[in-house]
């Protein structure tokens, strides 16, 4: 694998008691044990501000978001599903990322729901996104449910997912950055 690639993870739920951080924060461990320059992007945290369009001056913490969202080789991003969409504090975070610096990078995603139901519509609606930055996406997303947290761990069967889809999708930016 290329050694020096940088790695966002993005945790897309803006909840306080996100589950989706849970699921992230595992995925964020993992993936610094594969490359060291790996950060995390925590939407829980409240931090970033809401997009107010691109002449308003934003805070030190959103700014470095948008940024290291940008310098990022791969971007590995969890999303709950909300109303059948993915969480709108996703899409506002990909307001402050400028497109044309981001075709090449590479993505993987992870869905979590309450039931097994969206899981492939979201996928869609993400990979779009992805597609308008010119990102090329893991076609292999993680699906989850709730049920796979159990008192803030994430269970075997869903690290074993995860792990197969940080490694794949940082096997496929390597291949890329080959190139």
């Keep these: 694998m290329a050694e020096d690639m940088k790695v966002i993870v993005i945790s897309g739920s803006p909840r306080k008691n996100a589950n989706t951080q849970i699921i992230?924060?595992?995925?964020?461990?993992y993936a610094k044990t594969k490359n060291q320059d790996t950060k995390l992007i925590n939407l829980s945290d409240g931090q970033?501000?809401?997009?107010?369009?691109?002449?308003?001056?934003y805070d030190e913490t959103t700014k470095t978001a948008a940024n290291d969202?940008?310098?990022?080789?791969?971007?590995l991003i969890g999303s709950p599903i909300y109303n059948s969409?993915?969480?709108s504090a996703l899409?506002?975070?990909?307001?402050?990322?400028?497109y044309k610096k981001t075709p090449g990078k590479v993505a993987g995603?992870?869905?979590?729901?309450?039931?097994?139901?969206?899981?492939?519509?979201?996928?869609?609606?993400?990979?779009?996104?992805?597609?308008?930055?010119?990102?090329?996406?893991?076609?292999?997303?993680?699906?989850?449910t709730t049920e796979s947290i159990k008192e803030n761990l994430v269970d075997d069967d869903a690290k074993n997912r995860l792990r197969d889809m940080v490694d794949e999708t940082l096997d496929i930016a390597s291949k890329m950055h080959q190139k």
Excluded: C, H
């Excluded at 899409?91 to 400028?98: A, Q, S």
């Excluded at 969206?118 to 076609?139: E, H, K």
């Design 48 to 57: 970033i501000e809401y997009y107010r369009g691109p002449d308003i001056e």
């Design 85 to 87: 969409f993915f969480s």
């Design 109 to 144: 995603i992870t869905i979590l729901a309450a039931g097994n139901i969206g899981f492939v519509n979201v996928q869609a609606l993400i990979t779009q996104l992805m597609s308008y930055f010119r990102v090329i996406t893991n076609p292999k997303a993680v699906f989850l």
């Design 91 to 98: 899409k506002n975070l990909f307001e402050y990322v400028n």
């Design 69 to 75: 969202i940008m310098d990022a080789d791969v971007w």
């Design 24 to 29: 992230m924060k595992y995925v964020f461990e």
